[in-house]
């Protein structure tokens, strides 16, 4: 469970892998439905995500980006 806010909308597949709550009486609901989530499911997800090897492709990607548009500077 986690507040509507910063990247976690991003991160939570609502009713997935969690709940997006937009105040704390639909968080303290949430709770009850807590047995709805599969933790295989959330593994997953996180896998393939946040793996090491994603992670650093990615970051690799921009920097690639970056060297590209810096090039392109006079």
Do not use: K, N
């Not at 597949?13 to 933790?39: K, S």
């Not at 499911?41 to 393939?48: E, I, K, W």
């Not at 992670?55 to 690639?64: C, F, I, N, S, V």
């Amino acid at each position: 469970m986690a507040f509507r806010r910063g990247a976690l909308p991003e991160v939570l597949d609502h009713g997935r892998t969690g709940f997006l709550c937009r105040d704390v009486q639909e968080m303290a609901d949430a709770i009850g439905r807590l047995d709805a989530i599969d933790r295989r499911a959330c593994r997953a997800a996180a896998a393939s995500r946040f793996s090491a090897r994603r992670m650093a492709d990615e970051h690799l990607t921009l920097y690639e980006d970056d060297v590209a548009d810096r090039a392109h500077i006079p």
